[in-house]
């Protein structure tokens, strides 16, 4: 069973599009996040959740929009897609008392033509 | 605020030699400490973990890490590589509790020579 999993792993839009990408986690954590991974492999933080409450929200466009309808689930919607979103969205999952112990998903590779 | 630099963005190593990716860190506070390797293609996972106690850490596949208050350091190390060891490294940093932010270094890309 895979403990986070992300859909879909490959996302080919063009620019202006709106795309979703959903993740799930199985492993009981009560925190979840969006990481973006650009090209260079840099890893930013853009989202975090704890038990569906919003608790980092880091300076990202509000075309993006984070969603979690329960503690297992952080999906993120994103609007009016631009060149600049090209990356690896990676979701991860943390339990409450081991901070910084995330548990990653294979990424969800989108690429804005 | 909380920051990390991992030096050196590619490192090549011969087969059975020995592997050193080096981390310095920032932090206002004591810190809790980390080690990803990320394969081609696929997420992160958890090399090793330093919270609190032995500053000498273990982790999967042979690799340690030792954490060192005075040179603000969490350096990489396995005595020998095996060509199973090529992957992205990424050093990170964290708070202590669940809504601390993780952060992570640039990376490290560790090669293998044959």
């Known amino acids: 069973d895979t403990a986070v999993s992300q859909t879909p792993k490959y996302l080919v839009t063009q620019m202006g599009n709106d795309k979703s990408i959903k993740c799930e986690q199985n492993?009981?954590?009560?925190?979840m996040y969006w990481y973006k991974q650009d090209s260079k492999k840099f890893l930013k933080i853009m989202f975090s959740?704890?038990?569906?409450?919003?608790?980092i929200n880091e300076t990202v466009p509000n075309r993006f929009s984070p969603k979690s309808p329960d503690k297992a689930h952080l999906n993120l919607h994103i609007n009016s897609l631009e060149l600049g979103d090209s990356a690896v969205y990676f979701c991860?999952?943390?339990?409450?008392?081991?901070?910084?112990?995330?548990?990653f998903g294979e990424g969800s590779r989108l690429t804005v033509l | 605020a909380q920051s990390v630099t991992q030096l050196g963005s590619h490192v090549s190593v011969s087969e059975g030699a020995l592997v050193l990716l080096r981390c310095n860190y920032s932090s206002s506070v004591p810190p809790y400490l980390f080690w990803y390797v990320q394969y081609p293609n696929q997420g992160l996972q958890l090399l090793l973990k330093?919270?609190?106690?032995?500053?000498l850490v273990k982790g999967i596949n042979g690799f340690e890490a030792e954490f060192k208050k005075s040179e603000t350091s969490f350096h990489l190390t396995k005595p020998s590589a095996h060509m199973s060891d090529a992957a992205e490294y990424f050093c990170a940093v964290s708070g202590y509790s669940s809504a601390s932010k993780i952060i992570f270094g640039s990376g490290t890309r560790l090669s293998i020579r044959p």
């Open positions: 991860a999952s943390s339990q409450a008392g081991s901070p910084g112990e995330l548990f």
């Open positions: 959740y704890n038990n569906k409450e919003l608790i």
């Open positions: 330093y919270t609190t106690g032995a500053t």
């Open positions: 492993l009981g954590h009560d925190t």
